[in-house]
């Protein structure tokens, strides 16, 4: 009998039709991403998915130092990593000349020099899916699960497809949670299918999967251990003379080991295909127990997850069609989940594609802004796939060599970490004046750094002034007003900065679409915060030095870090993603309003 409190929970019976300015399909982090940025910035947007609940073990689990950094700008980081296992040290064993194996070298996890978090972390994709799930709640938008689209149709008509107040894309939903199946037609500006690997939305158009399947077979085993291993809490590669394995630690007190399997009777003879009930947990455990000889690996208590898989290697041959519908995630590209890339890849998609679909949506933005999603996350996808070939083939090599293991991991961080991640010029990526800042690499994060507030010396780093807001960030870095040529100079720029014509006045919609920060090489005792131009900076505290904090533990040395000369500055534009999307002399703002001019629309 169903239970009162499910009885009560049922949704309403939805309209025969509606309309809606997105509608994603598909829940898992792909599509909670999306559908989180765009509520928040006030769009219309749904969010369906045919599974009942979402997942409670197991699946993906690893995340990195860049997508950390976007947690923090989506305010959940705290939340996470009070949850999750830190991996700061990883550790590789080779086998023995006895059969056994041994530890050849220790080091740090990752390295990244331009991350905030300089550490790799681990957590069950079902508590990640909870950031996400309570933000969307917290702005009256919820899953619709148990709910399947039968039919999507997308307009040929060029006049509705270029009609950014048109709805040219029509889903039909079927609704199986209530007592009577319904039947609903949703008339969308835009659908973003986030719904994995066999995406329905990607078989709708017909959108191919290039790439090839490996013969590797993989299992996976998530449990508490009970050993004697000494890195059992080190991310740990080890080399046997029985086979690979892989150990990541967990939260709870939980380890996940990936094994190398070579049992041929895991694939089916008709099908051609791994087939699950071939394997075990037991078994999988065994081959574990085998590969970390002589050290013992056993499970205190119950599996909690496991699963055996062939590594995929796949990137779809586009993700849009014709700006109207578009691709994410593992419904984009499909690869080994050894290199942890799987949900960060995911995120990173929609976390990409949200902003664009705000600012078009809004009006703010011409339509071929969109275009920019295909060219940056699909040549990031084929990249992704490029990677996990030669990282996944170094791992199952049986004569690799402990030199080519660790020097594959090593030169492979900027890529595992996303620190790395840097898109090509394109209208939202230029990149003539690079000189003016030669550090903060157009394309790529904004690197961190402390810098102290000037009204109060408070440390403040400056990744925590860029937010997940959905405007666009301007730093204004002006080297020290206490001297008068530079005081003359930020004056001058102030004054560029007030006319009709600049690009804040042009386009910042009042604050709407930008948020300006000014960076001074000033002396936190020799200036005052509101010795600065107004037309600067948002609020008092978006004034920052370069100076050491009152304790003189952290601060100071930012212009150099990022190779800004304090008597030139720079303008730095950061995108809402959190990308450098220009950079350009101080005194030259009139490359902001080419830069602002090519995509936004004005007021």
Known sequence: MMSLRKLFERSPAPPAESEVDVLVIGA?????????????????????????????????????????????????????????????????????PNGGIERTKRGPSYTAP?????????????????????????????????????????????????????????????????????????????????????????????????????????????????????????????????????????????????????????????????????????????????????????AAGDIDWWTVYVIGQRVAERCSVHDRVFIAGDACHTHSPKGGQGMNA??????????????????????????????????????????????????????????EIHRTFRESDGFITGTGLQYAPSTIVEDAHQASAPNVLVGRHMPSHVFVRAADAVPVNIQDLLPADMRFKVLFFVGDIAENATAERVRDLATRLAVPESFLQRYGRDDKAFDRVCISASNKDAVEHNDFPQVLRSHWSKILLDDVDVQGKSGGGGFAAYGIDPQAGAIVVVRPDGHIGLVAPGDRPDVADSYFSSFMITL
């Not at 910035?41 to 976007?70: N, S, Y």
């Not at 290039?210 to 080399?239: A, E, K, Y």
């Open 28 to 96: 898992g982090p792909a599509g909670l991403m999306c559908a989180t940025a765009l509520v928040r910035a006030g769009v219309r947007v749904r969010i369906v998915d045919k599974r009942a609940e979402h997942v409670l073990t197991g699946h993906a689990d690893g995340i990195q130092a860049r997508t950390l950094e976007i947690l923090q700008s989506y305010g959940v980081l705290e939340r996470y990593l009070s949850q999750a296992a830190l991996i700061h040290r990883a550790a590789f064993y080779n086998p023995t």
């Open 346 to 403: 995911s995120m990173i998609d929609t976390h990409n594609l949200a902003w664009k679909l705000a600012y078009v949506i809004r009006g703010w933005a011409d339509q071929a802004l969109l275009k920019t999603y295909q060219e940056e996350r699909l040549k990031y996808a084929e990249d992704l796939i490029a990677f996990d070939r030669e990282w996944s083939g170094v791992f199952t090599k049986e004569d690799a060599s402990e030199e």
């Open 114 to 298: 331009s991350a905030r978090y300089c550490f790799s972390t681990a957590l069950n994709q079902c508590d990640i899916e909870n950031l996400f799930l309570d933000l969307m709640r917290s702005h009256n938008l919820d899953v619709e699960r148990q709910t399947t689209p039968t039919s999507l149709e997308l307009s040929e008509d060029e006049a509705r497809l270029s009609d950014i107040n048109k709805h040219p894309v029509k889903v039909v939903l079927e609704h199986m949670d209530r007592d009577h199946h319904s039947s609903e037609t949703v008339h969308a500006k835009f659908v973003v299918g986030a719904d994995g690997a066999h995406s329905w939305v990607r078989r709708r158009f017909g959108i191919n999967m290039n790439g090839d399947s490996t013969d590797h077979i993989w299992g996976v085993v998530d449990m508490v251990p009970d050993t004697d291993f000494p890195d059992v809490r080190t991310l740990t590669f080890v080399q046997s003379h029985h086979g690979s394995a892989i150990i990541v630690p967990r939260e709870r007190d939980m380890i996940r080991i990936y094994v190398a399997l070579t049992d041929e009777d895991l694939v089916d003879p008709q099908t051609k295909r791994v087939d699950k009930d071939r394997s075990s947990p037991e078994k999988i455990l065994a081959v574990a127990q085998k590969v970390l000889q002589p050290y013992r690996m056993e």
